[in-house]
Every structure is written in C-alpha cells, then in structure tokens.
C-alpha cells in the first residue's frame, strides 16, 4: 500500500495553480496508506528517507519511557526514544511536545534540536521548524537528513526555491539519495514545472533505494501530464491492477475538470513559477 509524498495544508491548497496539483496528491492517497516522513515534502514521520514502518510499541514500553522522561527531563536522548513512541501510535503533538521540553533544557544539543524540529514539520508547524532546524546543524558540519526537513517545511509553505535549494545541498552530501531526488521532483512539480519533475522523479526511481511511495510520485506526475497509461504502468508495480486503475481515473477526473487552474498543460511549462 502506498500514497504520494505530499501532504498540502489548506492555505496551499487556495494557493493559484497549486490547487490542480493537491487534488493529484489526494487522489493517489485514495487507493494507499497514510506515510510520514519529515524529510518529505509534504508528509512526514521517519528520519532519514523512505524507511519501512516501524513497529508500533507496546502499551507497557510507552508507559516506561514516560517514567523516565518524567524523572528526568533533562535527558534528550530518553525524551528523543519516548517521543519515537508517541510519535509510532500517531501521538504527534505529544511527541513534539516532549521534544520541546527536552530542547529548552538542553538547547546545544543539536541531535536534540533536530529531532525536535522534524517533529516541528510532522506536526505541520513549519515556521517554527525552520527556526529550530537552522540550529540542528552548521554549515562547516551539514546534515543531510536536516537539509531535507527544512526542504520539506519550505516546500510546506510554498516558498519552492527555497526548498530547492536545500534539497540541492543535501544531494551534494547524500548523492542520487532516492528521498531527496523524489522531495526535489515533487518540488519542481508545485513549482509547474512538470518536465524536470519528471526527470527528477525518473532518476529517483532509478536509484536502488526507490520504493513505492517514489514511484508513486512519478505516477502522480505522469498522471497531471496526461499521460495515464503511463502513470498506470507505474502504478501498477507496486499496486494491484484494481487499486492502480483506481488512482489512475482519480487522475483523469482531475485532468476532466473544467474549473482547474490555468489548465493543466500550464503547469508543464519552462520556469519554476
């Protein structure tokens, strides 16, 4: 099961010819499963890519952390593994919220201060985890999974250049990383530019580490270019002919629609808007 890479908050979704490119986004997400990962565009959870999920932890293991964060607050890397917990039973705001108090107790911790501000990104507060993420790491030592987050919360707010340019830097560091490249696709894709959203996507794809969700934002792609049977085939490597037939008329209705903006063939067009 699977879904794109994208989650848009409402003030994108009325933002001018983003709107065409939400509903794709939903639409592929009819047929799939919720993912998250905050060096994502759009969607976020695991640190670092494209991980599988991981096991959600017993009810006993959660409590344990707990009585230890609660002892001792000052601990980061307890309140970093107990926010893990909270965050793999869907417990997002409590888990930034955890991160946040260990932060202000520990605010040279950049370890810290990283997870805390990918938490910040999960938990759709995007201001707030630019500021926190620009001091997760130096410019003399960068991070490339940090990189990818603020991508990701630049992307969130539209601000696409700004994305692109931290997903550019962490490819320099983490070269042909599938996660980057597909964050970088999908960037150029808000941005209309469809024709180097799909290249980018086409490497991503390409790369060893792709999985479903990157190729599920190529599909996606293919889809706003009108190439159905294209994104169809894409689809279906990963889905069932049904459920790939499914995502792929949610796409045509889209392309159908006569209020979209611009049309979609505009947002093929050169420039990055």
């Known amino acids: 099961m699977m879904t794109a890479l994208i989650?848009?908050?409402?003030?994108?979704?009325?933002?001018?010819?983003?709107?065409?490119?939400?509903?794709?986004?939903?639409?592929?997400?009819?047929?799939?499963?919720?993912?998250?990962?905050?060096?994502?565009?759009?969607?976020?959870?695991?640190l670092g890519g494209t991980p599988a999920a991981a096991a959600v932890p017993a009810r006993q293991d959660i409590d344990r952390l707990a009585e230890r964060f609660n002892a001792d607050p000052t601990d980061g890397?307890?309140?970093?593994?107990?926010?893990?917990?909270?965050?793999?039973?869907?417990?997002?705001?409590?888990?930034?919220?955890?991160?946040?108090?260990?932060a202000l107790r520990n605010p040279r911790d950049r370890v810290l201060l990283g997870a805390y501000g990918k938490?910040?990104?999960?938990?759709?507060?995007?201001?707030?985890?630019?500021?926190?993420?620009?001091?997760?790491?130096?410019p003399a030592n960068p991070d490339w999974?940090?990189?990818?987050?603020?991508g990701s919360a630049s992307a969130?707010?539209?601000?696409?250049?700004?994305?692109?340019?931290?997903?550019?830097?962490?490819?320099?560091?983490?070269?042909?990383?599938p996660s980057l490249l597909s964050n970088l696709g999908l960037s150029y894709a808000l941005s209309r530019n469809l024709d180097l959203a799909e290249q980018t996507l086409r490497q991503a794809a390409d790369q060893p580490g792709a999985d479903a969700r990157v190729r599920a934002n190529l599909a996606m792609v293919l889809g706003l270019k009108g190439r159905f049977a294209d994104a169809e085939a894409v689809l279906r490597r990963d889905m069932s002919p049904e459920e790939a037939a499914t995502n792929v008329a949610s796409l045509r209705r889209l392309a159908a629609q006569p209020n979209r903006p611009k049309s979609l063939s505009g947002m093929g067009a050169p420039g990055q808007g």
């Open 77 to 102: 890397r307890t309140a970093i593994a107990y926010a893990r917990a909270l965050r793999a039973t869907d417990q997002i705001s409590q888990a930034s919220a955890v991160l946040q108090q260990a």
């Open 7 to 46: 989650r848009v908050t409402r003030s994108q979704a009325n933002a001018g010819g983003r709107a065409a490119l939400v509903a794709a986004v939903v639409a592929l997400g009819l047929a799939g499963c919720n993912t998250r990962s905050p060096e994502t565009t759009g969607s976020i959870g695991s």
């Open 119 to 138: 938490s910040l990104v999960e938990a759709g507060r995007f201001r707030e985890a630019i500021d926190v993420l620009a001091n997760a790491h130096t």
């Open 145 to 150: 999974r940090i990189l990818s987050a603020q």
């Open 156 to 177: 969130q707010l539209g601000e696409q250049e700004r994305a692109q340019s931290f997903y550019e830097a962490a490819l320099k560091i983490r070269p042909n990383e």
